[in-house]
C-alpha cells in the first residue's frame, strides 16, 4: 500500500511538472550567434528585411548586452541600422519581432567567417520541410498548443495509473 501512495505522489508530481515549460519546446534558432566583425568606432551596421525580401524602414532596433539596452536606433529608408560605440562581446538584437544573438568583435580581431553586418530577417516563420512526422513540426504545434499539449500528456500519465490501481483494488 505505501508503495503505491509514492508511485501515486511521483506521478502526480511528473504531472505537475508538465505545467511548466520545458527546453525541449523552445525554438532551436533561439541559440543560433552569428559572428560580426565591428568597424573602426565599434560601427555595428545591419539591414532588417521582411521574409518577402521587402526592407523595413523605420523600425525599432535595441541592442542590449545582458540585460542592459546599449543602443536603440531606427532604421533608414533602406531598413538600414546602425550602432556605434560597441565593444567586441555577445549582443541581443531585438526589434519588435524577434531577438537574434550575435557575437561582435573588435576590429581586425575576428575570425574569418565573421559577417560585416547584421541582417535581421523579420516576418511569419518559415517552414523548412513539409513532412507530417518531422520533430521540428510536432515541437512547433506542441509549442503553440500548449494547454492540449498538457491535457494530452497529463491522460497518458493517469490512464495507466488508473488501470493499474484498479487493477490492485480488485485483487
Not at 573602426?40 to 524602414?57: H, K, P, T, Y
Not at 531606427?74 to 531577438?99: H, I, K, P, S
Request: aromatic fraction near 6%; charged fraction near 15%.
Amino acid at each position: 500500500m505505501r508503495t503505491h501512495r509514492i508511485q501515486f505522489f511521483a506521478a502526480l508530481l511528473s504531472c505537475v511538472s508538465l505545467l511548466f515549460p520545458h527546453a525541449a519546446v523552445a525554438d532551436p534558432q533561439a541559440n543560433v550567434v552569428t559572428d560580426i566583425a565591428l568597424q573602426q568606432g565599434g560601427l555595428l551596421v545591419g539591414q532588417m528585411m521582411g521574409r518577402d525580401g521587402s526592407v523595413r524602414a523605420g523600425e525599432q532596433v535595441a541592442i542590449l548586452f545582458g540585460d542592459r539596452e546599449i543602443v536603440r536606433t531606427t532604421t533608414d529608408e533602406n531598413g538600414v541600422f546602425a550602432a556605434v560605440g560597441l565593444r567586441g562581446g555577445q549582443y541581443q538584437v531585438a526589434t519588435r519581432e524577434g531577438t537574434s544573438l550575435i557575437r561582435a568583435w573588435a576590429p581586425n580581431t575576428a575570425p574569418p567567417a565573421a559577417r560585416e553586418g547584421s541582417l535581421l530577417v523579420v516576418g511569419d516563420q518559415v517552414v523548412r520541410g513539409q513532412i507530417a512526422n518531422s520533430p521540428g513540426l510536432v515541437l512547433d504545434w506542441a509549442r503553440s498548443h500548449p494547454w492540449l499539449t498538457t491535457i494530452v500528456a497529463l491522460t497518458a500519465i493517469a490512464v495507466p495509473i488508473a488501470l493499474v490501481s484498479g487493477d490492485d483494488s480488485a485483487s
